[in-house]
């Protein structure tokens, strides 16, 4: 398999804090779906906001293929978040006094080169509400819109951080096996943050994360199938 994305000893320190990551390095695999553990307060959302290009890292280096994308310049980091890369977040980030299909229009680059709304729509089990404004759609419909308009741009890799923080069961089950389909369909590379245990059964790869380091990477030779999670 062809490594995506790869993490060499990055370090993150707040002023002049303790280190929030230690020297932190991975690779992740192209087409996978990889879980990023941790109890709160260990660094997840930092190592992620690094590894997309969100924040910096103190030092250590980041490389998206054999780019390294933390000596990129302003421009060029706005082309990598804008074109290579989608992001999906527990807060939805839908603009309200658009619709849904509006919305989702907004992640299409002006180049062209995007997926058909309606393609992503009827995957994502939306295509009845593309009319409808994000305060008339629930928790579950909107965060499909949000993974709609993340998607748009045909990204090569998709950043979730606690996407399922703020939905019930029912609807944190329909996203994640969404984005299972959607990593095997269009071969999008997925990084997931979460505090759910049930969730990472479902992953490829589990990596967990404490104190800033990297204490456990476990490939699933058998994820299960997102219908058997227990739901605590
Ligand atoms: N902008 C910031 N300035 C100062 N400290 C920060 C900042 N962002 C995060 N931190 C600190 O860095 C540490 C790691 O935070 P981070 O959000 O990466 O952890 P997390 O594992 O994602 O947590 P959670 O699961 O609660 O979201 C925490 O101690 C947090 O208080």
């Known amino acids: 398999m062809k490594t995506i994305l790869t993490v ?8 002049n804090n303790e280190l929030v990551l230690k020297a932190i390095s991975l690779e992740i695999e192209e087409g996978s779906f990889t879980v990023i553990i941790g109890p709160s307060g260990s660094g997840k959302s930092t190592l992620l906001n690094i590894m997309s290009g969100l924040q910096k890292p103190s030092s250590g280096s980041v490389f998206f293929g054999d ?11 706005a082309d990598f978040r804008r074109l290579d890369i989608g992001q999906i977040f527990q807060q939805y ?16 680059p002006a180049t062209g ?7 992503l729509a009827e995957i994502l089990d939306i295509s009845g509400v593309l ?11 909107q965060q499909r819109v949000a ?4 998607l748009i741009k045909k990204p090569r890799m998709l950043f979730c951080d606690e996407v399922t923080g703020a939905l019930d069961e029912t609807n944190s089950r329909k996203v994640i096996s969404l984005l299972h389909q959607i990593c095997v369909k269009y071969g999008v590379t997925v990084l997931f943050i979460t505090h759910n245990y049930e969730i990472a059964r479902t992953a490829d790869r589990v990596i967990t994360i404490k104190d800033g380091s990297l204490i456990k ?5 058998n994820p299960i199938p997102v219908e ?3 739901w605590v």
Request: charged fraction near 25%; glycine fraction near 8%; avoid cysteine.
């Open 93 to 108: 980030l839908l603009l309200s006094h658009l619709t849904a299909e509006e919305n989702i229009r907004i992640g299409a």
């Open 131 to 141: 009319d409808q404004y994000p305060g008339e759609l629930s928790g579950g419909q």
């Open 8 to 15: 060499n000893e990055v370090t993150k320190q707040y002023r």
């Open 147 to 150: 993974i709609a308009r993340a």
């Open 113 to 119: 080169g995007a997926y058909s709304v309606q393609e």
């Open 217 to 221: 990477d476990i490939h699933h030779k």
């Open 67 to 77: 780019k390294d994308i933390t000596q990129f310049s302003e421009h060029e980091l």
């Open 228 to 230: 058997q999670m227990s």
